[in-house]
Antibody
C-alpha cells in the first residue's frame, strides 16, 4: 500500500524557518518524481514545488522561489521542503504527492506563520 | 501561466442527483487534465486523469470528458460520500502546475 506521511509542521514566527519531511513507503520511491502542494485556510490547492526522481530537475512556484528548497533522499525514501524567510501568507497545510499525475497524497502537515 | 476556471463555485444537490462540474482552461491543455476530490482533514484523491481515464479504484459513477479548453466531471448519481470539493488540475506546458479554484458539491 502506498503511504505518504508528512511531518515537521508547526508554529513559526515571520522570518523563521521550518523543514518539512515526507516519508514514503509501498512503492519504489527512487523512480518517481515528487511534488509539494499547499492549501491556505479557506483557499484552494496551490502547487509549491516538484523534483524529479534523480533530483536533476527542480521547479518552484514564483511565490516560494528563492525561499524554499525541495530535496530528497532516495536511500531514506524521504522528501523534504526547507522553508526559509517564512511569511504569514505561507500559512497552510502542506501535502506531499507522488508526481506524474498526483495519484497519491499524504494527509498533510500544518504550518502556521504568526507572531 | 495557464489559468483554470471552475464553475459553478458551489453546487447544491441531493443524493441520487446528477452532478456536472465544469473546468475551462485559458489556453489548450490537450487532454493533460485531472480531477481531484478533497474532503476536510483528508488527503486529496485523484479521480480522473488524462481528461477521461478513471484512476485506480474510482467508482464508475465518476466520469470525465473534454479536450483543449473545456472539460467536464460528471457524477452520475450522487452518493452521500461524494459531497466534497472538486478541483481540476493541468500538467500541460508546466511549470507552473495549476489548479482550478474548486467546486463545492453540497447537500
Amino acid at each position: 500500500e502506498v503511504q505518504l506521511v508528512e511531518s515537521g509542521g508547526g508554529l513559526v514566527q515571520p522570518g523563521g524557518s521550518l523543514r518539512l519531511s515526507c516519508a514514503a513507503s509501498g512503492f519504489t520511491f527512487s523512480t518517481y518524481s515528487m511534488t509539494w502542494v499547499r492549501q491556505a485556510p479557506g483557499k484552494g490547492l496551490e502547487w509549491v514545488s516538484s523534483i524529479t526522481d534523480d533530483s536533476s530537475t527542480i521547479h518552484y512556484a514564483d511565490s516560494v522561489k528563492g525561499r524554499f528548497t525541495i530535496s530528497r533522499d532516495n536511500a531514506e525514501n524521504s522528501l523534504y521542503l526547507q522553508m526559509n524567510s517564512l511569511r504569514a501568507e505561507d500559512t497552510a497545510v502542506y501535502y506531499c504527492a507522488r508526481h506524474g499525475w498526483l495519484d497519491y497524497w499524504g494527509r498533510g502537515t500544518l504550518v502556521t506563520v504568526s507572531s | 501561466e495557464i489559468v483554470l476556471t471552475q464553475s459553478p463555485a458551489t453546487l447544491s444537490l441531493s443524493p441520487g442527483d446528477r452532478a456536472t462540474l465544469s473546468c475551462r482552461a485559458s489556453q489548450s491543455v490537450g487532454t493533460y487534465l485531472a480531477w481531484y476530490q478533497h474532503k476536510p482533514g483528508q488527503a486529496p484523491r485523484l479521480l480522473i486523469y488524462d481528461a477521461s481515464t478513471g484512476a485506480t479504484g474510482i467508482p464508475a459513477r465518476f466520469s470525465g470528458s473534454g479536450s483543449g479548453t473545456d472539460f467536464t466531471l460528471t457524477i452520475s448519481s450522487l452518493e452521500p460520500e461524494d459531497f466534497a470539493v472538486y478541483y481540476c488540475q493541468h500538467r500541460s506546458n508546466w511549470p507552473p502546475l495549476t489548479f482550478g479554484g474548486g467546486t463545492r458539491v453540497e447537500v
